[in-house]
C-alpha cells in the first residue's frame, strides 16, 4: 500500500475475484474525498461482478451498504438512537459488568489464558448482543453465522450463513414490530411496521450491525499483540491512564484491520481524483489502511505516537457508511485495554512471539489466539 501511494496515488487493481479492473485510492485526502462524494455510488455496484478480494459480496444486497442517500440515512436514522452517545452510554454499565465477570473467572482459574477465547470473543459478543436484542439463548448460533461469514475462502458456507442470519433477524423483528424497547431489532421492527423501512434493508443492516460488533475482537486483539511487543507503551499506559484515550486513537490508527480493501463505488460520471480521470461506470475501492499511514497527514507514519495530535485517522470509515457503531466499538475497547493493563499487572506471552498464528482468508485481520500469563 505504501509503494502503491508513492507510485500513484490513484491506481489500477485486479483483485483475486470478480472482472476486470478498478480503481485504488490510496491517500488520505482523496479517500475522504471519494467516501463522501455522491458521484460515486455504492448502490450502483449491485448486480455487477466487480473485481473483489472476496468470492462474495459479504452485505446482503438489500444492506444499507448497497445505499446511497436518501435511503441510505433514512434506514440508519432508523437505529440512531441506539449508537448515539446517550445510547452506548446506556450500556457502559451492563458491558462493565459483562467483563468484569469474565475477568473474574480467567483469574479465578489462573494463568495461562487464551484472551482471544476467554476475553475477546466472548465480550463484544455479548455486547453487541445486546444491543441488537438478540436474546442469550440464540448467542451461539448467531456467533458462529459471523465467523463463517467473515470466512472468504468459503463461499458456500458463507453465503448459507449470510442468509440464515437474514432469516433470524427478519423473524426476530418481525416479533418486535411494535418498536418496544430502545435496541436495535425493537427499532428496526418499530419502523418496518411504520412503513418508514423495507423489511428486506432492515433485515440486511442489522446483520451488517452483527457482524461488525465482532470486529472489536479483531481489534483488541491487535492492540493487545501490540501492547505487549512494546513494553515501553504498555508500562507508560499503566502509569499514565489518561493517555489511554489518545493512545487507543493512535492503535486505531496504525492497525491493518482490513486484509486489503472493503466495498468498491461507481463512479457516477467522470471524476478526476489526485490528478487521474476516473471515468462514468468504472468501479473505485479506496484504502483506509493506507489512508491512515499517509506521511502527507501522518509525520512517521509507521511509528507508534501514543499523544499523535491531530489524529484524523480513518479506521472508522468517512462520509456517509461511516461505522454507525463508532462509539459503541470505542467503549468497548476502552473497557478491554483498561482491564488488560490494570488486571493484569504482570501480563506477558506464555509462549514466544514468533509461535503466534494470524487468521488467513479472513476480512478483518487479526491472531488466532493470544495465550499469555501473569
Given at each position: 500500500?505504501?509503494?502503491?501511494?508513492?507510485?500513484?496515488?490513484?491506481?489500477?487493481?485486479?483483485?483475486?475475484?470478480?472482472?476486470?479492473?478498478?480503481?485504488?485510492?490510496?491517500?488520505?485526502?482523496?479517500?475522504?474525498?471519494?467516501?463522501?462524494?455522491?458521484?460515486?455510488?455504492?448502490?450502483?455496484?449491485?448486480?455487477r461482478d466487480i473485481?473483489?478480494?472476496?468470492?462474495?459480496?459479504?452485505?446482503?444486497?438489500?444492506?444499507?451498504?448497497?445505499?446511497?442517500?436518501?435511503?441510505?440515512?433514512?434506514?440508519?436514522?432508523?437505529?440512531?438512537?441506539?449508537?448515539?452517545?446517550?445510547?452506548?452510554?446506556?450500556?457502559?454499565?451492563?458491558?462493565?459488568e459483562t467483563l468484569?465477570?469474565?475477568?473474574?473467572?480467567?483469574?479465578?482459574?489462573?494463568?495461562?489464558?487464551?484472551?482471544?477465547?476467554?476475553?475477546?470473543?466472548?465480550?463484544?459478543?455479548?455486547?453487541?448482543?445486546?444491543?441488537?436484542?438478540?436474546?442469550?439463548?440464540?448467542?451461539?448460533?448467531?456467533?458462529?453465522?459471523?465467523?463463517?461469514?467473515?470466512?472468504?475462502?468459503?463461499?458456500?458456507?458463507?453465503?448459507?450463513?449470510?442468509?440464515?442470519?437474514?432469516?433470524?433477524?427478519?423473524?426476530?423483528?418481525?416479533?418486535?414490530?411494535?418498536?418496544?424497547?430502545?435496541?436495535?431489532?425493537?427499532?428496526?421492527?418499530?419502523?418496518?411496521?411504520?412503513?418508514?423501512?423495507?423489511?428486506?434493508?432492515?433485515?440486511?443492516?442489522?446483520?451488517?450491525?452483527?457482524?461488525?460488533?465482532?470486529?472489536?475482537?479483531?481489534?483488541?486483539?491487535?492492540?493487545?499483540?501490540?501492547?505487549?511487543?512494546?513494553?515501553?507503551?504498555?508500562?507508560?499506559?499503566?502509569?499514565?491512564?489518561?493517555?489511554?484515550?489518545?493512545?487507543?486513537?493512535?492503535?486505531?490508527?496504525?492497525?491493518?484491520?482490513?486484509?486489503?480493501?472493503?466495498?468498491?463505488?461507481?463512479?457516477?460520471?467522470?471524476?478526476?481524483?489526485?490528478?487521474?480521470?476516473?471515468?462514468?461506470?468504472?468501479?473505485?475501492?479506496?484504502?483506509?489502511?493506507?489512508?491512515?499511514?499517509?506521511?502527507?497527514?501522518?509525520?512517521?507514519?509507521?511509528?507508534?505516537?501514543?499523544?499523535?495530535?491531530?489524529?484524523?485517522?480513518?479506521?472508522?470509515?468517512?462520509?456517509?457508511?461511516?461505522?454507525?457503531?463508532?462509539?459503541?466499538?470505542?467503549?468497548?475497547?476502552?473497557?478491554?485495554?483498561?482491564?488488560?493493563?490494570?488486571?493484569?499487572?504482570?501480563?506477558?506471552?506464555?509462549?514466544?512471539?514468533?509461535?503466534?498464528?494470524?487468521?488467513?482468508?479472513?476480512?478483518?485481520?487479526?491472531?488466532?489466539?493470544?495465550p499469555v500469563t501473569?
Open positions: 500500500m505504501a509503494e502503491l501511494m508513492r507510485e500513484g496515488p490513484v491506481t489500477r487493481i485486479r483483485l483475486p475475484h470478480g472482472e476486470g479492473w478498478a480503481w485504488l485510492v490510496t491517500r488520505h485526502e482523496d479517500v475522504r474525498m471519494v467516501t463522501n462524494d455522491p458521484r460515486f455510488s455504492r448502490k450502483a455496484v449491485v448486480g473485481t473483489r478480494l472476496a468470492p462474495h459480496f459479504i452485505p446482503l444486497k438489500d444492506s444499507v451498504a448497497f445505499q446511497d442517500p436518501p435511503d441510505h440515512t433514512r434506514i440508519r436514522r432508523a437505529v440512531a438512537p441506539a449508537f448515539t452517545a446517550r445510547g452506548v452510554e446506556r450500556l457502559r454499565d451492563r458491558a462493565r468484569d465477570g469474565l475477568v473474574g473467572d480467567v483469574l479465578r482459574d489462573g494463568p495461562p489464558a487464551d484472551f482471544t477465547e476467554r476475553l475477546l470473543a466472548p465480550f463484544p459478543l455479548a455486547v453487541i448482543c445486546e444491543l441488537m436484542g438478540v436474546p442469550a439463548a440464540d448467542r451461539d448460533d448467531v456467533h458462529r453465522w459471523t465467523a463463517l461469514i467473515l470466512a472468504s475462502e468459503d463461499r458456500e458456507s458463507s453465503e448459507r450463513a449470510k442468509q440464515e442470519m437474514y432469516g433470524y433477524f427478519t423473524g426476530l423483528m418481525r416479533e418486535r414490530s411494535a418498536g418496544d424497547g430502545e435496541d436495535v431489532t425493537g427499532l428496526l421492527g418499530g419502523a418496518v411496521a411504520a412503513g418508514e423501512v423495507p423489511e428486506a434493508a432492515a433485515a440486511g443492516f442489522a446483520v451488517l450491525l452483527q457482524i461488525g460488533g465482532e470486529a472489536v475482537t479483531k481489534n483488541c486483539g491487535n492492540m493487545l499483540y501490540i501492547l505487549l511487543t512494546h513494553p515501553g507503551h504498555l508500562a507508560r499506559l499503566r502509569s499514565e491512564p489518561a493517555l489511554r484515550p489518545s493512545a487507543i486513537d493512535e492503535l486505531l490508527r496504525y492497525i491493518p484491520h482490513r486484509n486489503a480493501v472493503g466495498l468498491s463505488r461507481i463512479a457516477l460520471e467522470d471524476v478526476t481524483v489526485g490528478g487521474v480521470r476516473i471515468r462514468a461506470g468504472e468501479p473505485v475501492h479506496v484504502s483506509y489502511v493506507a489512508a491512515n499511514r499517509d506521511p502527507d497527514v501522518f509525520p512517521e507514519p509507521d511509528r507508534i505516537d501514543l499523544t499523535r495530535r491531530p489524529n484524523p485517522h480513518v479506521a472508522f470509515g468517512h462520509g456517509p457508511h461511516y461505522c454507525v457503531g463508532a462509539l459503541l466499538a470505542r467503549m468497548e475497547t476502552e473497557l478491554l485495554v483498561s482491564a488488560f493493563l490494570d488486571r493484569f499487572p504482570r501480563l506477558r506471552f506464555a509462549v514466544p512471539v514468533t509461535e503466534l498464528r494470524w487468521q488467513r482468508g479472513a476480512l478483518i485481520r487479526g491472531p488466532e489466539a493470544l501473569w
